[in-house]
């Protein structure tokens, strides 16, 4: 998508260039959206998606004539909506709003639709809007919800200098993961940015990290951002954008109970011979527990546990990008997960530090940066 077919919202005046933190703030968002609902995803078969889906730690919450919805144990209708359609695809991320009254304000978002029903289970109204590197992205209000589900209670930990449990031996049940919600998006996209000012102009998300490439260019190749909810504690990032040569899902992550819910839902999850990806391991920026598989078609979903909580008193991070800026711990960051370290990409890559290509040299960089 060229710069002139970015979405961006009415009226809007260019923010300031001196550096990525106020990149994207020169003005007050248009509305804030309160956390994430769902993610769509389009299948043409939705038997392997349910197998997959429920052995990942989902439950089925409701079917009609467009598809399947799977729900965590929270109160939230769905977490993952699959859709009939020829060709599998990711089919965007939808954000909840505060209230209906910022469904009004973002139909002023250049390209924005009106406000319309949902045409998903659980009703509700809804926006569409799309990024500038195509992402679609969807703000509800008025998804019924449902009674949460009972699950386990987490386990207690002795530590060296911190026994709790005694005469209390305790054992977890063999079985999938206990999803609870759905935590994060990584998104790949060609211009960090801008896709970052996007995600703060129109829906309020602020920044808590951002990657950069070398310490003199200070280009940005990671934005970590969340929701604006004030001083109440929120997670550290409700999305993540990852520099890449096109927009595509890198990783949807869903948070299960604790870590033992990972590894035990990891070790069910190997059993039905689904495919993993990566992990377990500690994400460096926010901090979570994490064990990533990827589905019937590809796209890859993460159980996630034990993340950073930031509320309005933290100011983000500047972090050079390596393979140490993702992981504090863990197996190898795989050699596929970002499009800059396809190998087919590789003459390319190389190419560019010796011309004029200035993505080639970029991408070049960042495959360097996490060797």
């Known amino acids: 998508m060229s710069s002139s077919d970015s979405v961006t919202p009415a009226n809007a005046t260019p923010p300031p260039t001196e550096d990525i933190f106020t990149r994207g703030r020169a003005r007050a968002p248009l509305t804030r959206v309160i956390g ?5 995803l389009e299948r043409p078969q939705l038997d392997d998606m349910r197998h997959f889906l429920v052995d990942f730690g989902l439950r089925r919450s409701a079917q009609d004539r467009h598809g399947d919805y799977y729900r965590g144990s929270s109160a939230a209708h769905h977490l993952v909506a699959v859709r009939r359609a020829p060709t599998p695809r990711f089919a965007g991320v939808t954000f909840t709003a505060a209230a209906r009254a910022d469904l009004d304000v973002l139909t002023r978002v250049s390209g924005a639709s009106a406000i319309e029903p949902t045409d998903e289970a659980g009703g509700g ?43 209390s031996p305790q054992r977890r049940e063999r079985g999938h ?22 995600f703060m102009q129109t829906l309020g998300l602020i920044a808590s990290d951002y990657l950069v490439l070398g310490d003199r260019s200070k280009q940005a190749m990671g ?7 004030g001083r109440t504690a929120v997670d550290h990032h409700a999305i993540a954008l990852f520099g890449g040569p096109r927009g595509r899902l890198l990783s949807a992550s869903f948070e299960v109970l604790d870590f033992d819910d990972i590894a035990v839902g990891g070790e069910h999850l190997y059993a039905t011979g689904a495919k993993h990806v990566w992990g377990p391991g500690r994400h460096e920026a926010g901090s979570a527990l994490f064990d990533y598989w990827r589905d019937p078609h ?21 972090v050079r990008l390596s393979r140490s800026a993702l992981q504090q711990w863990g197996r ?7 499009d800059a370290q396809l190998a087919n990409g590789t003459l390319r890559q190389l190419g560019g530090l ?7 040299r970029k991408w070049a ?7």
């Open 177 to 198: 993961a206990q999803v609870e919600r759905l935590a994060a998006v990584a998104w790949q996209t060609p211009d960090v940015e801008q896709e970052t000012g996007w």
């Open 298 to 318: 590809g796209d890859v979903l993460g159980h996630v546990s034990d993340g950073d909580l930031f509320n309005a008193e933290i100011v983000p991070r500047e």
């Open 125 to 167: 109204e809804r926006v569409r809007l799309r990024s500038p590197s195509g992402l679609e992205v969807h703000v509800v209000h008025g998804v019924r919800e449902l009674t949460p589900l009972q699950t386990r209670a987490a386990l207690s930990t002795n530590r060296a200098r911190q026994r709790q449990r005694v005469n």
């Open 332 to 338: 190898p960051l795989p050699p596929d997960f970002f």
């Open 354 to 360: 010796l011309t004029n290509d200035t993505a080639a």
């Open 223 to 229: 934005a970590f951002l969340r929701v604006d909810l």
């Open 365 to 371: 960089r960042f495959a360097r940066a996490l060797r």
């Open 36 to 40: 994430l609902s769902h993610i769509t």
